[in-house]
């Protein structure tokens, strides 16, 4: 037996099967008596059986009539839960979204902008990948994010993303709060070639404008380097050692102010070192949802404020 039944229906066996009478139930549904009876009598002609029994003192539910209103109500749940989540989804208050960004923007900007989405839309599923720009670029165009903060590189068609300027990243050399040089007014490049440093691998924007500096000035790039990619394993060998290492402003001051405030200081020195600009960048065939649209607008926002949480 296949039973099709419409919303309609199924509100009206639920109102009998709670009310217990017939013109409640028409009233609770919009409907006059004879049409809320006649919808009945089609409802147990589909079934082949009566839902109800009619007494004197109101209507009964038969044991075909229980199964039915039963599941009756959890197909209403269903349709009201669905009827809310697309709502949801269009008002930008639901769904997921996965988005990357290099080090910096994603401490300085996402964080803040992800906050102020949770607290607008608490059941949106926000996923964040800390890349290297070529392997944010690659996830991007390949489809498995909503957008990237990154830096445009040769190898990828720039014509396939759209395109924002966001800004670049300035360089902090940071140090254990008890390294020889923190407290140092201002600190030379002459000075930091004997120590020694922890870098990201050759290539990556912020080493090869720290190494860049050293060249501006005339020296060679120091000699004595831990090469990891991984922020974490820079911060322990930082707070075990004399090391030295570059990082983005935005991860420095996380990490030298409150609420954070993790033993370390950023060395003053008599020059800026920065890394070429990053954008925000997101595929021109690929329109993005509400929620998506939403954080890509608030991170925006908050680059534009500089970053203020």
Do not use: C
């Amino acid at each position: 037996m296949q039973l099709n039944l419409k919303p309609a229906q199924l509100r009206l066996i639920v109102e009998v099967a709670e009310s217990g009478q017939l013109q409640m139930a028409a009233a609770a549904t919009s409907m006059t008596q004879p049409a809320a009876s006649r919808m009945l009598a089609e409802i147990e002609r589909a079934v082949g059986a009566p839902l109800f029994l009619r007494q004197p003192k109101g209507m009964e539910l038969t044991e075909i009539g229980a199964v039915m209103v039963r599941r009756a109500r959890a197909m209403l749940r269903e349709m009201r839960s669905m009827a809310a989540e697309v709502q949801a989804l269009r008002e930008g208050q639901g769904g997921a979204v996965r988005v990357g960004a290099v080090t910096g923007p994603a401490v300085g900007y996402l964080v803040p902008a992800i906050r102020a989405i949770k607290r607008e839309a608490p059941d949106a599923e926000i996923t964040v990948d800390v890349l290297p720009s070529r392997d944010l670029l690659r996830q991007l165009t390949a489809g498995e994010m909503d957008f990237a903060l990154a830096r445009v590189l040769p190898d990828f068609d720039s014509r396939e993303f759209e395109i924002h300027p966001m800004r670049d990243e300035k360089v902090a050399l940071l140090v254990r709060a008890g390294h020889p040089l923190a407290r140092a007014p201002r600190v030379t490049f002459t000075e930091l070639t004997d120590y020694e440093w922890i870098m990201q691998e050759r290539g990556a924007p912020i080493r090869e404008a720290t190494l860049e500096a050293f060249g501006a000035v005339g020296l060679a790039e120091p000699g004595n380097i831990v090469n990891s990619p991984s922020l974490l394993l820079m911060i322990a060998y930082l707070s075990r050692s004399d090391a030295i290492a570059g990082m983005s402003e935005e991860v420095a001051q996380l990490l030298t102010q409150p609420p954070v405030s993790a033993g370390f200081a950023v060395l003053t020195m008599p020059r800026e070192v920065r890394v070429s600009p990053y954008y925000m960048l997101n595929l021109r065939r690929r329109p993005l949802s509400p929620v998506a649209a939403r954080l890509r607008e608030l991170v925006i926002a908050h680059s534009e404020a500089g970053g203020t949480p």
